[in-house]
């Protein structure tokens, strides 16, 4: 694995943490761990399907562990895992019912409320989450739980039998497996207690005693509470929280009335070829978050070939940082339930279902990829959900997303939601669906439930998330496109309203001055570098579905150009002839990202611009995506960073590129939360950047001097 990219924390005492091989590897199966629980009660329909973990527990890197039930880490426990750990999952081993009150069993992750998560990797020792013959891992095949390494073998409902490791690195046309796989385990999932907007008509509780529980028989009936995709099947009686909280319900419920709630950490993980079917159409994601509280950090987490959605936020208020999607079976980032935080720096890709000259991969094509983004709002169970004015909404806030797609839609807007995209590219959408409400009220001011509304009106009260209680007034509409760039291969891209409605379309591409967007032809001058199908009919992937867009000619894909070749040429870099972007704290210049100290001042459009975050860790680098060398070979690495501490000042300096910008970030809770530095010492930071010159830059951190200081430095 590349190793250029370095989360280098200058501390007094410096830890340094390497990835090495694990010379003997001892696999160590969590279901089987002293004081882990799993079901042993005949009469459930959970009998043998799940482990729980009730007290503090820590994963070290010196093993392998094995995932073979879903494993529930119930409140008030603490899953620690440490940097460089390997965590193979099991597909389901015992096969549910089509009733959803008996589901499969994958290998899967749930943090219930109150429990929490710390995986806190580094570039160099990442996290893995995976299937169980993956060899793109330190170790490679002598990780694999054979018989031969150690292991028990492959677990099925009738035992353990051996397990054959597969051949990932094959090309062989219709049979290249590091493409193909997906669904073999099921996915991570954090659940909260922040607010989400579930189940109310108009309002939203202000206490906990507003809110309503869900019954288990049903999955119903809650207000503020959910059960998070599926587990509502669970006998929570006896499985899945804590007793000693007072509940006698599923670990899957997630909700609840704060909005500062810290549900851990989560930094350097890679979550590849999961998405496994749940219970009926509830197939996990790749990342599934529940309610999460803005004091929950997820940062440099990638999720590849997931069957499923890549990322999905139920409600809360988390954020994200450097995240990549990758070829999802369903959407790359799918919003839900009032989910109101902030994102910046995402890449999301499609098109693994045929190499560039066309022949297959052996990906099935019903797992090629939706939407590129699903940002769905409120819930509310006893209305058509396209009706609802249940509160919050959902006004998420994007900086600097590159979504490159196979054709699907752009952004579909649904269910009243909002949300703000800057400083974005999206390549090869079709068009953006903006469903629900009266146009002509919306365009005179008139508000109301649905998409449109949040586009052209500016609400006279319930602040930035339209809360209950809240009199002040929005400072700009709920939707918003600004400083972004879509790119088609040709004609316009255009809105659409729920009806599908020509004059309605004419009027959301004109008739709005809230967008600041551009339009282009120019697929690759977008990016660095990006391949393209260029075969001259639509080529579908392995078990055709005739719904399914397929891959077109002149399309993006991210494949080599032919099954002899093991790299592509992906450089998703934005290209020099984009339009610039705008600084989060001048958009507005009076509205929420102006007032927001979390987001990075960066004013370009797209994930990256000089710089590759991924470089180093992602597993794009191991399957061919970037070309041989991996993102390296196309990035500027990040520094070494020096810190000396003179009295009350932390002074670091680091060695920089002429031209390249880079960005001080810092953590002052032994590393769990980053945030940039926005100023410094006189002259040392231009609009919250140090601007490269070749040479060394300093930067004084006034009143950090005392302070246990993590400093790293990132090339934008």
């Known amino acids: 694995m590349n190793k250029n990219i370095q989360s280098l924390l200058a501390t007094v005492v410096l830890a340094c943490l390497s990835q090495t091989s694990i010379a003997q590897t001892k696999f160590v199966y969590v279901s089987k761990i002293p004081g882990n629980r799993t079901s042993d009660n005949a009469s459930s329909n959970m009998n043998g399907k799940i482990t729980l973990i009730s007290t503090d527990q820590r994963w070290t890197a010196d093993n392998v562990y094995i995932v073979d039930k879903m494993v529930f880490v119930e409140e008030p426990a603490v899953l620690t895992i440490e940097p460089g750990t390997l965590v193979r999952f099991e597909a389901n081993t015992k096969t549910g019912t089509a009733s959803s009150i008996n589901p499969n069993d994958p290998g899967a992750i749930i943090i219930c409320r109150g429990a929490k998560i710390v995986a806190q990797g580094t570039a160099d020792a990442s996290i893995i989450f995976t299937n169980l013959d993956d060899p793109f891992v330190p170790g490679g095949a002598a990780t694999i739980p054979t018989a031969a390494n150690g292991g028990l073998g492959k677990d099925t409902s009738a035992g353990y039998v051996a397990l054959t490791p597969r051949d990932y690195t094959s090309s062989a046309a219709g049979a290249a497996p590091r493409f193909s796989i997906d669904q073999e385990w099921g996915g991570l999932v954090i659940l909260g207690k922040a607010r989400l907007a579930y189940g109310w008509a108009d309002n939203q509780p202000t206490g906990s005693d507003s809110l309503v529980t869900p019954s288990i028989a049903a999955a119903a009936g809650g207000k503020g509470v959910n059960y998070i995709e599926g587990t509502s099947s669970i006998d929570g009686t006896v499985y899945g929280v ?59 987490v990638e999720v590849y070939n997931n069957a499923d959605d890549d990322f999905e936020p139920f409600g809360g208020r988390n954020h994200y940082r450097y995240i990549v999607g990758t070829c999802g079976g369903d959407d790359g980032f799918d919003i839900d339930q009032g989910y109101n935080g902030n994102v910046q720096f995402f890449l999301q890709l499609q098109g693994n279902i045929i190499f560039g000259n066309g022949d297959q991969t052996g990906r099935l094509a019903a797992n090629e990829g939706d939407i590129l983004g699903e940002w ?299 945030l940039p530095v926005h100023t410094a010492g006189a002259g040392q930071l231009t609009n919250g950047l140090v601007s490269g010159n070749g040479s060394e830059a300093t930067v004084d951190l006034a009143g950090k001097g005392s302070t246990k200081l993590l400093v790293r430095v990132m090339p934008l």
């Open 242 to 300: 804590s007793p000693a909280a007072g509940y006698t319900f599923s670990g899957g419920l997630y909700g609840g009335t704060d909005d500062d709630d810290n549900s851990g950490s989560v930094r350097f993980m890679s979550l590849r070829f999961g998405g496994f079917l749940f219970a009926p159409n509830n197939e996990l994601n790749g990342l599934t978050t529940g309610a999460l509280g803005r004091n929950t950090s997820i940062e440099f």
């Open 376 to 674: 769905d709002g409120p819930e509310w169970t006893a209305s058509p959900v396209t009706t609802s004015r249940s509160f919050p909404y959902s006004v998420p806030t994007m900086f600097n997303a590159t979504h490159i797609g196979m054709g699907n839609d752009g952004i579909t807007r649904k269910e009243n939601s909002g949300g703000k995209v800057y400083n974005s590219l999206y390549i090869n959408p079709t068009r953006l669906s903006i469903v629900g409400g009266v146009l002509a009220d919306a365009t005179n001011g008139i508000d109301g439930a649905g998409s449109i509304h949040r586009l052209f009106v500016t609400r006279s009260s319930g602040g930035q998330y339209n809360e209950t209680g809240v009199t002040n007034p929005a400072l700009e509409p709920d939707l918003s496109f600004k400083y972004t760039t879509f790119s088609t291969i040709s004609g316009t891209l255009t809105y659409h309203d729920q009806a599908n409605n020509a004059a309605a379309q004419a009027q959301l591409n004109t008739g709005n001055s809230n967008q600041v967007v551009s339009y282009t032809n120019r697929l690759t001058t977008v990016v660095k570098n990006l391949p393209l199908y260029t075969g001259s009919t639509t080529k579908q992937g392995a078990g055709t579905v005739g719904s399914q867009v397929g891959q077109k000619q002149n399309t993006p894909l991210i494949t080599p150009s032919s099954p002899s070749e093991y790299y592509g040429s992906l450089d998703p870099r934005t290209g020099s002839d984009v339009e610039a972007g705008i600084r989060p704290s001048q958009a507005g210049p009076t509205g929420y990202a102006a007032k927001s100290g979390w987001f990075v001042e960066a004013d370009f459009r797209g994930a990256f611009k000089d710089g590759n975050w991924l470089s180093g860790w992602s597993i794009l680098e191991n399957i061919g995506v970037g070309p041989n060398g991996g993102f390296a070979t196309a990035s500027f690495p990040v520094p070494t960073v020096k810190r000396v501490v003179s009295g009350n000042i932390a002074r670091v300096t680091f060695n920089t590129e002429s031209g390249v910008k880079y960005s001080i970030q810092t953590s002052e809770d032994s590393g769990k939360t980053f």
